[in-house]
């Protein structure tokens, strides 16, 4: 199978890119600069493995010079996840880069599998299904709106005769096996800040829980779809573990390492920013308009698109797990707490 790829160069596209040729397809992808790297699982750059094609999502046709034929799947992956983006960034690239990727998959006469995110949900809570995606719910930001508006599209071309399937990733973490992740990005650095002294008391509800889930699972899920889209058309398939996973757990696990300072989890109807001294102010101001918001919700992504279809089950994440994630972090340099 030829199947083109946006988004190689980011976290799941260049894990993705090494599971499809590891599979033996063979992978065009869109590379936006020069001298660029594609991280399969192994942290392997995988870019010579593939046909680099320099252009942009945020262009029609992506800005390709000679968009190449025999195209068998368009991947959709690329996005930007910068929460502090303009909404006009979020606009060009999450919102039409869809659209351009809806129109290049009618003019190849290919599928397409959009790669959205699971907190198209926005501010929703508790048990939360695999429903279409409102636009005009209420967002933390202007990405969870933005991918919300780009499954909207693509709702719309499968209507029109486009075979499409979304699937949503929670917050993507290390592998199960050994915590392994290729770029460290995202959720890693507000854990980090989980066990610094510089995040101190955060408002938080007693049951806040994060949806994470591991790369090994999201990538395997991709590729469950990639094999049979004509099985998956019009799915929207949850790629989360079995179950969210509390912040007073991860607080709690974090509080075991050497050097760490936990953050503490306080009632918001009590938490004020005006007694906090200047430090850990400033860094409540930079993080908290991202961040505190998902300390106040535990949602739970169900669904059975993935186990009915492809017999994939989702993945249990334990103590132990989520302990290999952090030891993979600290092997690699990134957590500093001693």
Not at 53 to 71: C, H, R, T, W, Y
Not at 105 to 132: F, K, M, N, Q
Not at 162 to 170: G, K, Q
Not at 172 to 177: A, E, H, N, P, Q
């Amino acid at each position: 199978m030829h199947v083109f790829l946006t988004g190689a160069t980011g976290l799941v596209g260049g894990a993705l890119a090494g599971a499809l040729l590891d599979a033996g397809h063979r992978v065009s992808s869109l590379v936006r600069g020069e001298g660029r790297d594609v991280l399969d699982m192994d942290g392997r750059d995988r870019i010579g493995a593939l046909t680099a094609l320099q252009g942009d999502v945020a262009q029609p046709g992506f800005g390709m010079a000679e968009p190449p034929a025999g195209i068998d799947l368009l991947i959709h992956c690329a996005a930007t996840v910068d929460f502090a983006a303009s909404d006009a960034v979020h606009a060009a690239i999450n919102v039409g880069g869809t659209a351009h990727a809806i129109a290049l998959a009618r003019a190849w006469g290919c599928p397409l599998l959009h790669v959205s995110t699971a907190y198209v949900c926005g501010r929703a809570d508790g048990v939360i299904g695999e429903a279409p995606a409102d636009p005009h719910a209420s967002f933390t930001n202007g990405y969870e709106a933005s991918k919300a508006r780009a499954e909207a599209l693509v709702e719309a071309a499968r209507r029109d005769g486009l075979v499409a399937a979304i699937a949503r990733p929670a917050i993507i973490v290390g592998r199960l096996s050994d915590g392994a992740i290729a770029r460290i990005d995202g959720f890693h650095h507000l854990f980090r800040l989980f066990g610094s002294p510089l995040l101190g008391a955060v408002p938080a509800a007693r049951d806040a829980a994060f949806a994470i889930v591991p790369i090994c699972h999201v990538i395997a899920g991709l590729m469950t779809m990639a094999a049979d889209m004509a099985a998956f058309d019009g799915a929207r398939v949850h790629l989360a573990g079995s179950a969210p996973f509390a912040m007073a757990d991860m607080l709690r696990i974090v509080a075991d390492y050497p050097g760490t300072v936990p953050a503490r989890m306080i009632d918001p109807q009590v938490y004020d920013a005006a007694m906090l001294d200047r430090r850990t102010a400033m860094v409540h101001r930079r993080i908290g308009p991202q961040f505190f918001d998902y300390f106040l919700r535990s949602p739970c992504f169900a669904g059975d698109s993935l186990e009915r279809i492809g017999g994939m089950s989702a993945p249990a994440i334990d103590d132990a797990a989520f302990r290999r994630m952090i030891d993979h972090c600290i092997k690699v340099g990134f957590l500093d707490w001693r």
